[in-house]
């Protein structure tokens, strides 16, 4: 601090000679005074490899994404999947008489899964909104003695069947 009370660290007042004096030269390193080409070039060499690296992790990312898979694919699974959680703890099931929909009932409550407006939700005792699987054109179930069948269509065109057992109640 200079005798004013300010901070100036590189310019402080020298008391013999009234005049300030830099103390940026007490911050160098073995007594150099001054940036060096070398340390440029290790400092540019340093970027550049950071650069890279990130470059190669970017290109890596975007195909690691692309290799994944399909969207419609693993929204599919985690439907099935979903869907095969509840249906096995059910008590009845049985499929609307527009198809398009099943209840179940499951520790006395009542689950409704339909087709609504490009999806498929889920419903507990008539309320709620818990959609399961979107962008969906159309959807078909069907019972057959203990075997419950879904037909689905996606909007793109892509159509997915499944079969899931149903316990007896």
């Not at 005074?33 to 490899?49: C, D, K, N, V």
């Not at 203990?146 to 269509?153: A, C, Y």
Request: charged share 20%; aromatic share 8%; hydrophobic share 35%.
């Amino acid at each position: 601090m200079d005798a004013g009370g300010g901070t100036d660290l590189c310019l402080l007042p020298d008391p013999q000679t009234k005049r300030r004096k830099c103390l940026c030269r007490n911050f160098t390193l073995n007594g150099e005074s001054g940036y060096t080409m070398l340390e440029s070039l290790l400092q540019l060499s340093a970027f550049l490899l950071f650069a890279h690296l990130s470059f190669i992790i970017l290109l890596t990312a975007g195909k690691l994404t692309s290799t994944v898979g399909d969207v419609e694919e693993i929204e599919w699974e985690l439907f099935s999947a979903e869907l095969l959680n509840m249906l096995s703890g059910t008590e009845s099931v049985s499929v609307q008489p527009n198809n398009r929909g099943i209840l179940c009932t499951l520790d006395g409550d009542q689950y409704e899964v339909t087709y609504y407006t490009g999806m498929i939700r889920r419903q507990k005792e008539g309320k709620g909104h818990e959609p399961l699987l979107l962008s969906v054109r159309d959807v078909h179930f069907l019972m057959d003695d203990q075997t419950l069948f879904l037909s689905v269509q996606f909007k793109s065109g892509k159509k997915k069947e499944r079969s899931y057992a149903v316990p007896s109640g």
